[in-house]
C-alpha cells in the first residue's frame, strides 16, 4: 500500500462509525446509510491528497457525504421510503426508556425534509458552524438558521400533538 492508501485506510478506520452514525440519522435506514457512506468515500479516494490537505478532513469529508445525499434526494426517483429502524444499543440508563426516546426523536426527524434534517444533524449532532453547514448544503448561512428553526418548531409541533394525542388516549369521553 502507497502512503495514500494507508492516510486513507486510518482515516476510515478512526472516523467511519461517526460517519455511518451522521447518515443514519439523516437517512434512517441502516442500508441507505451504508451505502451513502462507502460512496462517499469512493468518490473521495481519488482525491484523498485534497482531503488530507483540508483544515479538517473529517468536517470535508462529512460535508461530502451531505452533499451526497440531498442531491441524490433532489431526483424525482430518489424517494425511498424510510422506515426508521434504530438498533438498540445498552446503555447504563433505562433501556426501555432510551429506547423510546430514540425512537421518538427518529419519527420526528424523519417527518422533516431532507435539507432541515441535515441542519439539524449538523447542528446538533456534530456541532457544525453555521458556515460548515451552508457550505455542506449549498446554501446561505441565513438559510441554515431558516432550515433549523423551522426544523425545530416542526419537531417542537408534531411532539407536542403526540404527546396530546397519548395522553388523551387511555381517557373514556366521561367526566372524572
Same mark, same amino acid.
Given at each position: 500500500?502507497?502512503?495514500?492508501? @494507508? &492516510? ?5 478506520r478512526? *472516523? $467511519? ?8 440519522? +439523516?437517512?434512517? !435506514?441502516p442500508? /441507505?446509510? /451504508? /451505502?451513502? %457512506?462507502? @460512496?462517499?468515500?469512493?468518490?473521495l ?12 478532513? %473529517? ?6 457525504? +451531505?452533499?451526497?445525499? %440531498? !442531491?441524490?434526494?433532489?431526483?424525482? =426517483?430518489? *424517494?425511498?421510503? =424510510? =422506515?426508521?429502524?434504530? #438498533?438498540?444499543?445498552?446503555? #447504563? ?5 432510551? #429506547? ?11 417527518e ?21 453547514i ?8 441565513? =438559510?441554515?438558521? !431558516?432550515?433549523?428553526?423551522r ?5 417542537? $409541533?408534531?411532539? +407536542?400533538?403526540? &404527546?396530546? +394525542?397519548? $395522553? ?6 366521561? %367526566?372524572?
Amino acid at each position: 500500500m502507497g502512503e495514500t492508501s @494507508d &492516510q486513507f485506510a486510518a482515516f476510515v478506520r478512526a *472516523h $467511519s462509525r461517526s460517519l455511518y452514525g451522521t447518515a443514519f440519522m +439523516i437517512t434512517g !435506514s441502516p442500508h /441507505e446509510a /451504508e /451505502e451513502l %457512506v462507502q @460512496d462517499t468515500l469512493a468518490m473521495l479516494y481519488p482525491k484523498w491528497g485534497v482531503v488530507a490537505a483540508a483544515d479538517a478532513p %473529517v468536517a470535508y469529508v462529512r460535508r461530502a457525504l +451531505i452533499n451526497r445525499f %440531498v !442531491s441524490g434526494r433532489r431526483r424525482a =426517483t430518489a *424517494h425511498p421510503e =424510510t =422506515t426508521w429502524d434504530l #438498533a438498540v444499543l445498552p446503555d #447504563a440508563a433505562d433501556v426501555a426508556e432510551a #429506547a423510546t426516546d430514540r425512537r421518538f426523536l427518529a419519527g420526528l426527524l424523519a417527518e422533516l425534509p431532507d435539507r432541515q434534517r441535515a441542519a439539524l444533524v449538523m447542528r446538533f449532532v456534530h456541532d457544525a458552524p453555521d458556515a460548515e453547514i451552508a457550505a455542506a448544503l449549498g446554501c446561505r448561512v441565513a =438559510t441554515v438558521r !431558516s432550515l433549523t428553526s423551522r426544523g425545530l418548531a416542526a419537531m417542537r $409541533s408534531r411532539a +407536542i400533538q403526540t &404527546q396530546t +394525542i397519548t $395522553s388523551g388516549a387511555g381517557r373514556e369521553g366521561g %367526566v372524572a
